[in-house]
Every structure is written in structure tokens, then in C-alpha cells.
């Protein structure tokens, strides 16, 4: 089943109703989907700060209000514990539950725990969309697996208990192209923005292209230029790096599909 | 005295001393000025929050940690309670206080009452430089007065005690140029970006155009369209509205200089 032409909203009915039960790849094209971070409210004024001080790495799409399930502002009507087709809950920075429903998990937590706030963080999928648009290969697309995502050696602005450095993702982008995927991505900073380095990964504290720390390796042709971007696992790492007493996220690949056309998100 | 060619740490340094008392406007070319906030540490995950659904009226260029007095991503070594030629403190919603200097009444407050956290929002003279540089007109700035700034019906997203309406600056622009501010501006989102509404005022609330709510009128001349901005009053326009216990915020035109280039702010 293709899910390229539906709407969002229709989407996300069906991922709630259990019909749709795979990744979100591909689905409502030109809308953007986002990366899913919930956390107790008593980590959420360093988690956003967090974001604020790191918007290259951790640009922020909506926060909810603590102790909501929505996200009213860029997804109406949803149900953020319902409306994605894969979830992972982490207790003590060990993940102890892969599920497709965390409402009651979510409802438990806040009735005995305390309040829950949730993050959504843009994804490359929104840029990736323009790249191709453009004529402009994205590999790991091309050759069906996970993109390659490296840890690095740039520092991230700490925020109380959140430190860690950069993880960023590599497309190997034609020598030619390299300027039109800088100004394209460059345009969009509420889904990482411009790259944070060109084709000297040392320089980043990458000495092994063909191992990368996430993900899956790709290709790298004759003329092509390994491209590095701020990459959306980072808040998920520095999170998991302070070992927090509970989080949910959304499983790889299993986003929260927004209302926000990708396009617009140049002009918020 | 002019300070236009001054390094921004050099000027901060003698507003410190006492030795610079006026507005900042001019100072320290090419770099980005900020309006600041400093609130009780219970009010700020609110406020970073309305700020965060908001980023065009509100968009933030540092936030501190909780009871520290600096802003050290874009300005090392300042002294955010010294550094601004002028400030006003706010007890219980009323103006009680206008100050060069509030380190005393900062600590006193930190000692007596809780944790202050401040923040620095993006200002309209970044974009105002670009805009005379493409010889775009700045009327308020030919005629030597404020800008002129609204009231409107454009709701915010609220924020836990925080609501209210947006605020906008206004500034005559000849109609060819308009889509050349527009370009420009929208390519500055972390200092306010493109306008929202050009050449029909009463679409937002505006109905006297010769009667700002805050600044002053100015002239708009045969063949020049009202353009209209986000304003960085609404965060303060919002934070008055609640009637905090404790605010202090820089007097107008008194701004914090940082040490970022208003060019970089298209790519942070």
C-alpha cells in the first residue's frame, strides 16, 4: 500500500486504528514528520534548553504543554501516544518495551510519577524531499537502508544535565552538486539546516566512513564528496546519555506525521 | 561620540564603566543588539515555551542558565546586569526602577527570593542595517524618531500564564522595494523575518496608522506601502500582562551587544 498522496491526518487515523503498522518512510508526501522525544517534566526545562541553545542539531517543531498527549499546533485533533506506528520506552537508560500504543504507559506514569512533556524534532525526511526534487541522489534511499550517522568530535552547548557531542548523518553528494545541496538545505534550519561539514571528515573526528555509529553504510562513488549534517539523533543520545528515569521515543523510522507542509517550514 | 567601528566587548566594557550612558543604537556595526528579560526561575519554562511557539515575535538568541549572570554563546565575558547603558525593573506588573546598573538588586533577589533566569531576543536593528544597505528607506530612523508599533488581532500560540497578541513595528516602504525587504527579511528568522501583513493594516487590528500604540508616527509618503513586522514588545507586552512579582528587562533602546555578526544570524 502506497501512502504517498494521503493526508496526514487520514494517516494517522489509520496508524491509531492499527491498519498501518510499518515505518513512515515515503507517506504524505511533502508533509513533514518529526522525531519524538517524551520526558518528565522535571528534565524538561533542560531538554529545552537544550534545543534552544543547540537549533542546528535539535531544532524543535512543537512542545507540548506537561502532562498533554497533543500537538495542536502542528498536528490538530492527534494523539501523540497513539498516532505513530512505533514506540520505545527507555527506564533508567535501558529500553525495556518496542510498542505501537504507549496511551497506557503514558496515563500510568502521569497517575503515579507526575507529568510527561513531549518534544518534536525535525527530520532530514523533509530536506531529503528537496534534495531529490532537485536531481540531487540521496543514497541510502537509492540503496534501501538506514542512512550512516557518525558520532563526532563538535561539542553541543550542555544544558544542566544534557551534554554530548554531535551525531551527524553523510550523504555522498556529487562534486558538482555540492553547492545546490548546501543552499537547499541551508534554506531549511527548522530541519538541520545547512551541513556542518564537507568532505573532510577528520575534521570532525570521523576516521572510518565505512563504520559508521547508526545506521547503515552506503556507497561512495568516484567524484562524490562525503556531505555531514546535524543530525536528529543527537537530542535522542545526549538524553539517553543521562540515563533518565523514563522516556518515550519513536522507533527508528516510525515518525509523527504533521500538517506543516515541508515547504512552509522555510518561513516559520 | 561615535562607536560604530568599537568592538562589542569593547563597548560593553565601558557601559560597565559608566563611561557610555545612551541608547545603543549605531554602536558596534554589523553586530547583533538583543532585548533582554530576566525572570523568576518558576516563570521561566513558561516563558521559554511561549517563546518557542512564537519564534517570530520571541525569537531567542541566548538564554542563560538559572541564576547565572552571563550569556556566554554570544557574548564571553559579559555581565548581562552591567552591560546594557539602561534597565527597568518591574515588581508586581508596575515600573518601579530605571537603572544603569542592576547587579545589586539581581543578587539581592537571587539571595532573598529564588533563581533568575534571562533572556535575549533578536531585535529589528539587525535587519534594519541590511535593509538600508540594499537602500531600502528606514523611515524612523530619516526622521529620528521610534518606530511605530501595533496592537493586533494576531493572536499568539499561549503558553502556560503567558498570552496575548502580537505586536508589530511598521515601517513605510516604496512598493518597488517591497519585494526586495521581504527577501531580505525573510532570510533573517532569528531576528523577527518577513512581515506579516504588507499594505492592508485593518486585515490585523490596525485601524490608525497615525496613532501607534508604542513608538511614534511616521510619515508614508505617495507610493510607499505600510509594512509590518513582528515586534520583540510582545514577549514583554505578554510578560506584563501576567503581572509577574519580578521582572527586569533593558530600557528601550538601551540593548545588549553581542559579539554575533548580524550576517550570521541568517545560519545559525
Not at 506514569?109 to 518534536?120: A, M
Not at 575534521?203 to 543530525?231: K, M, Q, S
Not at 543527537?234 to 515541508?262: L, Y
Amino acid at each position: 500500500m502506497d501512502y504517498y498522496n494521503y493526508k496526514p491526518a487520514e494517516v494517522r487515523k489509520l496508524v491509531r486504528e492499527g491498519i498501518i503498522k510499518g515505518p513512515t518512510t515515503g507517506m504524505c508526501g511533502g508533509y513533514a514528520q518529526g522525531n519524538l522525544v517524551i520526558l518528565p517534566e522535571e528534565l524538561a526545562w533542560d531538554f529545552l534548553l537544550f534545543c534552544q541553545r543547540n537549533p542546528r542539531a535539535c531544532p524543535l517543531l512543537e512542545v507540548s504543554d506537561a502532562g498533554s498527549k497533543s500537538f495542536p499546533l502542528t498536528a490538530l485533533g492527534s494523539d501523540l501516544t497513539k498516532d505513530l506506528p512505533g514506540y520505545r520506552i527507555y527506564e533508567d537508560g535501558i529500553l525495556t518495551e518496542e510498542t505501537a500504543d504507549v496511551s497506557q504507559r503514558f496515563e500510568k506514569y502521569q497517575k503515579t510519577r507526575g507529568k510527561l512533556v513531549s518534544f518534536l524534532i525535525g527530520c532530514s525526511f523533509s530536506f531529503e524531499a528537496e534534495l531529490m526534487e532537485a536531481g540531487i541522489p540521496v543514497r541510502q534511499i537509492e540503496e534501501g537502508v538506514n542512512v550512516p550517522m557518525y558520532n563526532t568530535s563538535i561539542s553541543c552547548a550542555p544544558a544542566g544535565v544534557f551534554s554530548g557531542n554531535m551525531v551527524v548523518s553523510m550523504r555522498p553528494i556529487p562534486h558538482k552538486q555540492v553547492p545546490t545541496a548546501v543552499a537547499i538545505t541551508a534554506a531549511m534550519p527548522n530541519v538541520h539546516g545547512a551541513p556542518v561539514q564537507i568532505g573532510y571528515p577528520k575534521a570532525i573526528g570521523i576516521n572510518h566512513l565505512e563504520r559508521p555509529d547508526y545506521g547503515d553504510p552506503v556507497t561512495i562513488r568516484e567524484g562524490e564528496v562525503p556531505v555531514f549534517w546535524p543530525c536528529g539523533v543527537t537530542p535522542q543520545a545526549v538524553v539517553m546519555n543521562s540515563r533518565p528515569p523514563f522516556v518515550i521515543t519513536h522507533a527508528p523510522g516510525h515518525m509523527f506525521i504533521t500538517d506543516v507542509k515541508n515547504v512552509t517550514l522555510k518561513y516559520r
